[in-house]
């Protein structure tokens, strides 16, 4: 029995861990912001013509019509959109989130009687009431796409209006309610159409453009509806016969894609410009109607996780990436350390089978278990590699000019099947099976967006794969499935073990079929199952639950009687046929790589990370990994020196917005040391594979930063990247939490889909572990103490941003969150087009040795190719810049990032950097962001982000000026990465 997902959330809250410590060892303070603008603000008037109703952050609002005092009639959790007023006055209509999906509620006027109108898994969106007052209107995806559908309001019985396989949304009834306007994508011809009672459509004028939130004029003849098209937002009327009947609004106003209201058949009310607007048809002035609301900020000041960055001892690695059994359940092959590594049970010590200056990853057994196959970028590339474990030979098989990644062989062993990435779409690549008698490799299936790793059916007749289904096109979200892919190239198909449930994270959780063929076993809801399938993968009994614990990446033992996988933090084999499982000792350590003795930088001028001015002529002296004092110049101090003294010193880099992934190879860790970076943030990431990277880094098995990690994006029911994390509450998502206190997180980031009632939950677990959280959202987020948000404008839920409109634009009300609040932002300007604007206006853009080092020489073509199509249109980004320098005047507190390698790694880090002084930063406060504040918001200001006597010797040594010109940031002589001393050249090749 399966009980709603708003009472599991509910019966969750009882079961939050270190609930009291937090409580203990936090403080709160309160913080009251008064709202004068909104961001992508929403109204609707009522039908007596006296009061607004505002969709103002997610909280609903009532304000009299001439404007004032705003008042609050939903608290913040519920995402609360797009209100629209019955016609008796009495209720207000809207979309929430309340319950981690977008369904239809209703409220008295005044705030009581909240009810909930639509359920179930699939998302209702855009109300409007009936004149009658009888039904509802409204969009969902109920169908497999999204259809205007009716609610009888008196029987809660749900009727399709629409059909069509493209998306129809966004219904407006005519003044009668003889017929509903849409909004349809359909490729016949997209536009705005009319359904009357028969369902019989006309389509009342079609369209290039975006079109957003139709509205009836009173005459029933007219509507008015939001267009939008690159740089231009605007209310467009249109006769119902398709004439445009004339803009509304001003060429340069940034109108809000949401309904206005009639106060009479000549005046409405619209918002744009974070403002509440009167117009009046015929006229260009308007009125604005002023407006001020009061949020309460209550923020947590707790103290921050200890780290011990001066260990000398030994702990136990973590990073385990990727462990697979033997066929004879012996031995277990993983990644760690940089190597591949084969543990046999009963030996806890595991031995390392590979031992070089490359990475090693996602080894799979031979089905006779007498060889591995795996990627290595020995020669420069992810290729495919296969070693014979009898005489340890090792030979690539497969070279490509793109990354290669998660292998698997075929049943009889004549065979691999990998995915090759798409070079032209992020995070796409393309199923392909190499044959080894030919050495050919063929494309069976692409391109998918992140998917498993694929799994072979026992006849080698088809691929088991998890991969994303969306629920529509107008979204991207969807849920994990399995995707069954015939090696004959006949039609591909979906299933679901649990209909409307998403698997785990796409990578090594399955699905993964029994080496008999009669069952296949995955990850959902964080723990292992397995379901019986006949030999086509039809599903022939209910799931089979084998854990109680956190499992990952599963593998199957060549009996099809057990399974290993990851309990969280220990190798375990469950067996099927009483459900037992087993520990797998595991004696592996590894310790930090501390160096020995002084080292004195004559610095002639050091940035300590908060002065706007130098210090001159210093002696920077270090013992060991720690600056010991900061001292004037003298000759003859005892220990390596180095001359910077025609040099400026500064803290090392920060770059907090990185998704890092082990295809990436060994070259990255040094290309982050290159470009002056010591530090990373990873808000989103496999976990394991980032442990693998820090331990690696840290113990200089590899050189790279220090990286700073959380792992899979904590999402709601719907996914879309590989590395979200479905959460619906209760014990699922303590499951998680639990990692992430036992693997050491560095913070926690949730995702767009995690409702607010869960994300509070989360932000509460955090604090009480000493981690910081981060997320899209700021409010309520500011309101309950999240402490960071990600970018300006970026993934919403909603299908806009709360921070950023359509002409790239944020309000009063995003910047007083923000400052006021303390939470700092990431707002990576680069992505949002200060990558393209400087490789169109700075000719030496590419101009330094890091680029060349790293970068092939076609990525200058390409990204400029790239830029002039990008900037080629019209310019919203120095929207985008004019928030830039609103937030930091205002006391915000930003950090740089660039959420690459969506973006060029450390290329794109440094046009972060050139954007905010482009936009009129100084280089100092851009300097001081990456340094001082990074560390702080990480948690890490105690060790890190400044040049002082006690901090880590995290350094950057550079030619220039950096203080007054930024460009000067890229040259970069030398680099010290706790205390270890790297030149140009070791950056530049593989150490070992």
Sequence with gaps: ?????????????????????????????????????????????????????????????????????????????????????????????????????????????????????????????EPDWSPDGQRIAFSSDRSGNYDVWEMELATGKLTQRTTNPASDYFPAYAPDGSKLAFVSERKAGSGLYALDADGKEQLIVACKEKLFSPVWHPDGNRLVVNSQAPGQSSLELVNIGGEVGGTLSKADEDVFPFKLSWLSAQEYIYTSDGQIKRG????????????????????????????????KTERPVQGIRSPVVSPDGQQIAFTALSDLWICTKGQPKPQAITNDAFLEVDPVWSPDGKKLAYTSDRNGNMDLWVMDLVTKKESCVYRATETLMYPSWSPDGKQLAFFEADPKAYSRSRLSVLDFE??????????????????????????????????????????????????????????????????????????????????????????????????????????????????????????????????????????????????????????????????VIHAGKIFDGRSEKYLENQDIVIEGNRIKQIVPHQNGRSGRVIDASKQV?????????????????????????????????????????????????????????????????????RVYYNRNTSNVGGAQLELELNRADKLGYDM???????????????????????????????????????????????????????????????????????????????PTASLHGGLFSLITTDSSFFDHWQFSAFYPEKLRADLKATAVRRTSGPETYSNVEKTLVALMRAGARMTPGTDSPITPPGLSYHAELQSWVAAGLSPFETLRSATSWAAEEVGVGKDVGTVEAGKLADLVIVDGDPLQHIQDMLNVKTVIRNGEVLDRESLTKPNR
């Design 438 to 599: 030919s050495g050919q490799a063929e494309p069976l299936y692409g391109s998918l967006f992140a998917a498993s790793q694929p799994s072979w059916s026992p006849d080698g007749k088809y691929l088991y794969i998890s991969a994303v289904d969306s629920y529509s096109d107008r979204f991207r979200e969807g849920l994990n499935k399995i995707l069954v892919v015939p090696v004959d190239k006949s039609p591909s198909r979906f299933l679901s073990p649990v209909a409307g449930r998403t698997l785990g994270t796409r990578g090594k959780n399955g699905p993964l079929v029994s080496p008999d063929g009669t069952k296949i076993a995955y990850v959902l809801d964080n723990l292992l199952w397995t379901i019986d399938i006949d030999q086509s993968g039809n599903f022939l009994t209910p799931p089979r639950c084998l854990t109680t614990e956190l499992a990952e990446s599963p593998s199957w033992t060549g009996d099809s009687q057990s399974l290993v996988y990851l309990a969280t933090d220990e190798l375990k084999q469950v067996f099927l046929t009483d459900g037992h499982t087993e520990t797998i000792d595991l004696n592996f350590t590894w310790k930090i790589k501390q160096p020995t003795g002084q080292l």
């Design 280 to 311: 009046k048809l015929g006229e260009k002035g308007v009125d604005v109607i002023p407006f001020r609301a009061t949020v309460t900020l209550k923020r947590a000041i707790y103290p921050s996780k200890i780290r011990d960055f001066d260990a």
């Design 748 to 826: 926690i980031k949730t995702y767009v889909g995690l409702p607010d009632i869960l994300q509070k939950r989360v932000t509460e677990f955090a604090h009480a572990h000493g981690i910081p959280v981060s997320s899209h959202e700021i409010y309520p987020a500011a309101g309950y103490g999240v402490d960071a948000v990600e970018h300006m404008g970026a993934t919403s839920r909603r299908g806009y941003s709360p921070k950023l409109t359509a002409l790239d634009h944020s309000y009063q009300d995003v910047i007083q969150l923000i400052a006021k609040s303390g939470m700092y932002i990431t």
């Design 1 to 125: 029995m399966q009980l709603p997902t708003l009472r599991l959330i509910i019966l969750a809250l009882f079961f939050l861990p270190n609930h009291k410590a937090n409580a203990q060892t936090a403080q709160t303070k309160t913080i009251p912001v008064t709202l004068t603008e909104g961001t992508n603000l929403a109204t609707a008037l009522s039908p007596d013509k006296s009061t607004l109703v505002l969709d103002l952050q997610g909280t609903l609002w009532l304000l009299p019509v001439e404007g004032g005092e705003a008042r609050a009639i939903t608290d913040a959790l519920g995402d609360c959109r797009q209100p629209v007023w019955s016609p008796d006055g009495r209720r207000i209509a809207f979309q929430s989130y309340r319950d981690g999906n977008f369904h239809i509620w209703s409220v008295g006027k005044d705030g009581s009687d909240l009810r909930q109108l639509t359920f179930g898994i699939y998302h209702d969106r």
């Design 649 to 717: 010193v500064l803290p090392g880099l920060f770059e907090m917005h990185t998704h890092q992934n082990a295809q990436l190879g060994e070259p990255s860790g040094r290309l982050w040391l290159s470009y002056g970076i010591t530090s990373i943030r990873e808000p989103g990431t496999d976990p394991y594979d980032a442990l693998e990277r820090k331990e690696a880094w840290a113990s200089g098995a590899r050189l790279g930063p220090r990286t700073f990690f959380t792992g899979g994006h904590m999402e709601g029911p």
